[in-house]
């Protein structure tokens, strides 16, 4: 987030240290930044709910643990490699697997069915308003 008196040349020399981190994006505003703390701070957090969830599913069901957590670690590494490398866009992604109509398919509508979305909007909500709390000095 820059104020309104950096210049181009300031821009330039804070891309360069970022940048050196990894990717990076200038923000509009200070609020946007609890949200990407909300989203991305929380490495593999989200993504490693999702995962348990996927492996307590299998393990419910009589797979062994250990081959579950292997199948599910796999299918995370693959699935980053690929949504990284991609020129389309996670939605993309997914309405190509529903245009597919199979197994996935039939899995993505029962999610969305349940309100998934929803969820996981209002799970991101509250981690934004935790950032926001905490970046005020609250506990």
Known sequence: V??????????????????????????????????????????PGFVALYADAMIRHATAR????????????????????????????PAEQVQAMVDYAGTTAAGIAAMEAAGLAQAISRGLDAAAARARILGEGGA
């Open 62 to 89: 009589g797979i062994a643990p250990e081959v579950a957590e292997r199948a599910i670690r796999q299918l995370f590494l693959a699935s980053g490699s690929i949504l990284s490398a991609s020129r389309e866009s």
């Open 2 to 43: 820059a104020g309104s008196g950096v210049t181009a040349r300031d821009r330039g020399i804070v891309r360069a240290i970022f940048d050196a981190c990894g990717l990076t994006d200038e923000l509009a505003g200070e609020d946007q930044i609890d949200q990407f703390t909300a989203m991305a701070g929380p490495v």
